[in-house]
């Protein structure tokens, strides 16, 4: 199974909700990321999990909330958004952080638009 | 500062022969990936090069020359499938992915 699966595939959120992005993939990969891709543009790293455990934040705000509740799973909840956070978010997810040679496995994305 | 470019259109043949070059400038390397980026999909995996020279894979190969900071992507026959984004990405001394901003491959019949 070469699959990282998203949910939802579209969402759209008033700049006063709570919402959730889910990722989950099951090729026994120890890091996961989140990125964020606008229009035409190339994916913006945001965060990197490596062992269940934060190790980077792109200087992300904070209306951007991370979690990594065990290896299979990465969440990234949402507050507080503004009309200039839509756009593609997709998760991805490879054997290790900090290997040169392991490619990224990307899942489908979440197309999220803030109104 | 981290810099990788790309033409950021190219139109090619169904049938034919397109190459796509990058050029990168950045903090360390530890080897370029090529993927390949469908309009509203994510992007996939094609290739990875951290040693000069060309790597094929059945119709599409990839080249890199570190001492240049040049790598290549080549697509043989064309078909109308391969019109996508091609993204080239570097990874850096702290093992960070640099993206490129993509080449749109546009294909004509």
């Known amino acids: 199974d070469t699959e990282v699966t998203q949910t939802p595939k579209h969402l759209v959120m008033g700049m006063t909700n709570k919402k959730s992005l889910k990722c989950e993939q099951h090729?026994?990969?120890?890091?996961m990321y989140w990125y964020k891709q606008k229009a035409k543009k190339p994916p913006e790293l945001m965060f990197v999990?490596?062992?269940?455990?934060?190790?980077i934040n792109e200087s992300v705000p904070s209306r951007f909330s991370p979690e990594c509740p065990n290896s299979s799973l990465l969440n990234l909840h949402l507050h507080a958004l503004q009309p200039e956070d839509s756009a593609l978010y997709l998760c991805?997810?490879?054997?290790?952080?900090?290997?040169?040679?392991?490619?990224?496995?990307f899942g489908p994305g979440t197309r999220l638009t803030v109104t | 500062g981290q810099n990788i470019d790309q033409p950021t259109e190219m139109t090619a043949t169904e049938g034919a022969i397109v190459q796509i070059n990058c050029t990168y400038q950045?903090?360390?390397?530890?080897?370029l990936f090529w993927y390949q980026q469908h309009a509203g999909e994510a992007p996939t995996f094609l290739s990875y090069?951290?040693l000069d020279g060309l790597e094929e894979k059945g119709r599409f190969s990839s080249f890199l020359s570190r001492s240049k900071g040049y790598s290549y992507l080549l697509l043989k026959e064309l078909q109308m499938k391969d019109s996508a984004s091609y993204l080239c990405?570097?990874?850096?001394?702290?093992?960070?992915?640099?993206w490129g901003a993509g080449t749109k491959l546009i294909i004509k019949p």
């Open positions: 990405a570097v990874r850096d001394s702290n093992y960070q992915l640099i």
């Open positions: 950045t903090s360390g390397f530890n080897g």
């Open positions: 991805a997810s490879s054997q290790e952080a900090s290997e040169a040679y392991h490619e990224q496995y």
């Open positions: 090729m026994g990969h120890r890091a």
């Open positions: 999990y490596s062992y269940e455990k934060l190790s």
């Open positions: 090069n951290v």
